[in-house]
């Protein structure tokens, strides 16, 4: 049996992270002001245009792949309301930040 996501977990896993170093997510929206979605896409895990948070129930079955591809989306989140142009992107800027959530959410970078 696969997890059911619904966009209220994925709020609650969004709040979770956020929990995890208050300090580096200072700068991102309150989770009331996001909006999440779950969509059955076979092309990706999760993506975001920083307004909508999107995780695909296809690729995401178990709650560890979810917390990550949130983290993953939330590190693009981040960068875009820091002002980085490049925030779509996985840059070493980017790369940087995912070291530092996957250190203290403790994922496998790899996997990030």
């Known amino acids: 049996m696969t997890l059911k996501l619904t966009p209220e977990l994925l709020r609650s896993v969004y709040?979770?992270?956020?929990?995890?170093?208050?300090?580096?997510?200072?700068?991102?929206?309150?989770?009331?002001?996001?909006?999440?979605?779950?969509?059955?896409?076979?092309?990706?895990?999760?993506?975001?245009?920083?307004e909508v948070l999107r995780v695909s129930e296809a690729k995401n079955g178990h709650i560890d792949s979810v917390i990550i591809s949130v983290a993953h989306e939330m590190v693009h989140v981040l960068r875009q309301k820091k002002g980085f142009s490049d925030w779509d992107r996985h840059g070493a800027a980017f790369n940087?930040?995912?070291?530092?959530?996957?250190?203290?959410?403790g994922f496998d970078p790899k996997s990030f």
């Open 15 to 50: 709040d979770m992270i956020v929990q995890t170093d208050t300090k580096f997510w200072a700068a991102m929206p309150a989770s009331k002001n996001l909006k999440f979605a779950v969509v059955k896409s076979q092309a990706f895990y999760a993506e975001t245009d920083g």
């Open 96 to 105: 940087k930040m995912a070291r530092r959530v996957s250190k203290r959410c």
